[in-house]
């Protein structure tokens, strides 16, 4: 693994495409509306016969600000008053989810994403975890995350208090860059020093792991800058450090029409913020776990990876891969078993859905055959950066080269241009080719020829 990553510009720009994050196979994007409320209760008896254990996320969508380059589900407003409604209304959905599980069903790993959770006051927060508490039960001992994501603007040292207090004890803090100039051109001025002291806030009250999400091809990065915000936050030393692309999509999220194009970097100048930040987080001791994820030898993820236990879901890299996800609120979303459905993503109807004591469930998929082999092989790269085509045949009863017969010309292809090893029973990911696993998980993906539209982000 000391060789995780090895840059090669000529192949990375002719394998850089746009393509999924595959949080999900299949993706989000093929969700449609057959599926629904009753779907998600069969799903849930299955879960609970099946006495699997439980993974919540519970979305919090209102932000007092808003960033330009977000494209998440969120509400931006100054009223605190609408946090009561839907906190509500997410109680009613609390309630009706958890009498279809089984009280041996126990929460392993519990994430409070948005929006930004702390809009919600410091007795908002309290009810909400005593509710969630009463109608599930949690784990306890040192596996189990309970994390909540942080904006340093919104987070105090009393905030912070609270939150260890209700059980958290893992935090994931958005800063995207540190650079003035650029903060102004996104609408996000947060300085240092705040981000500093919601760092020390969590260590001194023994949160187990603190994350830092970076965003490099925003507007008027250069690679000098980045580097100065990069070496700022290594001195901080977050256990996990996420390094996403900017994918700038105005046609779709309306923050980002506020941002100027004429301001973003260029294409060779965003493969120099990524190829010096690799190289300083490598000299700085991260490991590459993989899609725009870097953590230190000792983190559960790097542990996880190592040990072959290591799987993405919704919530990213995760060490809880063996749980049912439900997600809570709106636009969230679930995965039990082969089942995928999602919330409302409209704040007025997810709340008229609950109001009518009615669950939210707007559109999903479930998994077929094909489906089950195509995500066992994506989940297989993404994680462990190998596959074992044997394991593979067992599990399905296929003939693996037979299988992906069409896909076998592409992948002989990659083995040429040393991104893979390709042998008669396994594939392995090269250094070469790690960076650009997106690229060699679309050939395996049986959907993309039908897409009509770019939905995704590049590959690098």
């Not at 100065?228 to 994918?247: C, H, V």
């Not at 392995?428 to 995704?456: I, K, N, W």
Request: glycine share 6%.
């Amino acid at each position: 693994m000391l060789d995780a990553i090895r840059w090669d510009t000529d192949l990375i720009r002719r394998y850089d495409g746009a393509g999924p994050r595959y949080t999900s196979y299949p993706t989000a994007v093929q969700f449609n509306g057959k599926i629904g409320s009753f779907d998600l209760l069969h799903a849930l008896r299955d879960s609970r016969q099946a006495h699997r254990p439980l993974s919540l996320y519970i979305h919090v969508p209102f932000c007092a600000n808003i960033c330009y380059f977000c494209g998440c589900n969120k509400v931006v407003t100054r009223d605190r008053g609408r946090a009561l409604p839907y906190l509500e209304r997410l109680e009613k959905e609390i309630e009706m989810i958890a009498c279809h599980l089984g009280p041996e069903q126990r929460v392993e790993q519990l994430h409070f994403g948005g929006g930004t959770p702390t809009f919600l006051s410091h007795g908002q927060l309290r009810r909400l975890m005593s509710h969630l508490r009463r109608h599930f039960q949690f784990a306890e001992g040192s596996s189990c995350d309970y994390s909540i994501e942080i904006d340093p603007r919104e987070a105090d040292w009393p905030t912070m208090g609270l939150l260890r207090e209700l059980g958290f004890n893992r935090i994931s803090i958005g800063v995207q860059d540190l650079d003035p100039e650029v903060q102004k051109a996104i609408n996000r001025v947060q300085s240092l020093d705040q981000t500093r002291a919601v760092i020390d806030a969590a260590r001194t009250l023994q949160f187990r792991s603190v994350s830092i999400d970076l965003i490099y091809g925003l507007p008027l990065q250069t690679p000098e800058r980045f580097d100065k915000t990069l070496q700022a936050i290594i001195e901080l030393q977050p256990d996990r450090l996420s390094l996403f692309n900017y994918a700038h999509l105005p046609e779709r999220f309306a923050p980002q029409r506020r941002i100027e194009a004429a301001q973003l970097p260029a294409p060779a100048a965003k493969l120099s913020m990524l190829q010096q930040s690799i190289e300083t987080l490598a000299e700085a001791g991260y490991r590459y776990i993989g899609m725009d994820h870097f953590a230190l030898p000792d983190d559960d993820l790097a542990i996880a990876q190592e040990d072959g236990t290591l799987h993405r879901n919704f919530q990213g890299y995760t060490t809880h891969g063996h749980c049912d996800l439900i997600g809570l609120g709106v636009s969230a979303i679930s995965q039990i078993g082969d089942l995928y459905c999602q919330n409302s993503t409209d704040l007025a109807t997810y709340q008229s859905a609950l109001n009518s004591a009615q669950l939210a469930t707007q559109r999903g998929l479930r998994c077929n055959d094909d489906d089950r082999i195509r995500r066992l092989v994506i989940q297989n790269l993404m994680c462990d950066f190998e596959l074992d085509m044997t394991q593979i045949e067992r599990t399905f009863g296929i003939v693996f080269r037979d299988y992906f017969a069409d896909t076998w010309p592409t992948l002989e292809q990659m083995a040429r241009d040393g991104l893979i090893e390709l042998g008669e029973t396994r594939l392995d990911v090269l250094p070469v080719g790690r960076l650009l696993v997106r690229a060699l998980c679309m050939q395996f993906d049986h959907y993309l020829s039908q897409q009509t539209e770019q939905r995704f982000s590049r590959v690098v």
